[in-house]
């Protein structure tokens, strides 16, 4: 079975303050799929990266940042230089069931960027 | 604008009312599946569809059913919706290439009161 962990539930910092939100994973797949998802107080789902299980590069898209690490199942990511406008619920998930394309969410850290 | 779209975004019922959520995509996707997100659970798949006239049950099924008669819509019926259906659905669809875990995109969700 897929699990998805996401220890931290809430989080604030000040603006400008880097911020890391962890997220750890449970498959027995050794293929696997991993994604980000943001979701702003309006509510919408919002895809931020998706990352396979044989590439393990840490990957940067501006202030946003995500490190892969197979050898402890974590897929952390890392805003740098925190916006107001980062406040939000972010979702790690986990897609390793193919046929079902279904995606295994953590629980959500809800970021809260205080000005 | 590629997109899938849900209605109603709000609804309020009440107990035993049977009630339709619609969802189109306008990706041509062949996937697509129904969540439901509860406080301190995540997102939680409902049913998927990997094609037309091709459903199947995901996590928690127990109270919906849903439909796939065309390519673009995957509505979710409640027959007779219960106050612990109350929660927000969210649509999405991917291609659904075969081997792969392709990203989702979601609907912008639905939030459903039942009294």
């Known amino acids: 079975a897929q699990k998805v962990t996401q220890a931290q539930t809430e989080i604030s910092v000040v603006e400008k303050e880097d911020v890391t939100l962890d997220c750890v994973y449970e498959?027995?797949?050794?293929?696997?799929?991993l994604f980000w998802y943001k979701q702003p107080p309006s509510g919408e789902l919002v895809f931020l990266i998706r990352?396979?299980?044989?590439?393990?590069q840490n990957e940067i898209s501006g202030r946003y940042s995500w490190n892969f690490q197979k050898s402890t199942s974590s897929f952390n990511f890392t805003i740098t230089a925190s916006q107001v406008v980062d406040s939000a619920v972010y979702f790690c998930?986990?897609?390793?069931?193919?046929?079902?394309?279904?995606?295994?969410f953590g629980t959500g850290t809800r970021l809260t960027i205080i000005p | 604008e590629a997109q899938v779209t849900q209605n109603p975004r709000y609804l309020i019922t009440v107990t035993g009312k049977k009630l339709t959520v619609t969802c189109s995509q306008n990706?041509?996707?062949?996937?697509m599946s129904w969540y439901r997100q509860d406080p301190g659970l995540g997102l939680r798949q409902i049913y998927y569809?990997?094609?037309?006239?091709?459903?199947d049950k995901g996590d928690v099924p127990e109270g919906y059913k849903v439909s796939r008669k065309e390519k673009r819509n995957f509505p979710l019926i409640l027959e007779s919706p219960s106050p612990n259906q109350t929660s927000l659905y969210f649509c999405?669809?991917?291609?659904?290439?075969?081997?792969?875990?392709?990203?989702?995109?979601f609907g912008p969700g639905t939030r459903l009161t039942v009294l």
């Open positions: 999405a669809s991917s291609q659904g290439l075969a081997g792969l875990t392709d990203t989702q995109y």
């Open positions: 498959t027995r797949d050794t293929t696997y799929y």
């Open positions: 990352r396979n299980s044989f590439d393990e």
């Open positions: 998930a986990l897609g390793a069931n193919f046929g079902n394309e279904k995606l295994t």
């Open positions: 990706m041509n996707h062949e996937y």
């Open positions: 569809s990997m094609n037309v006239e091709v459903t």
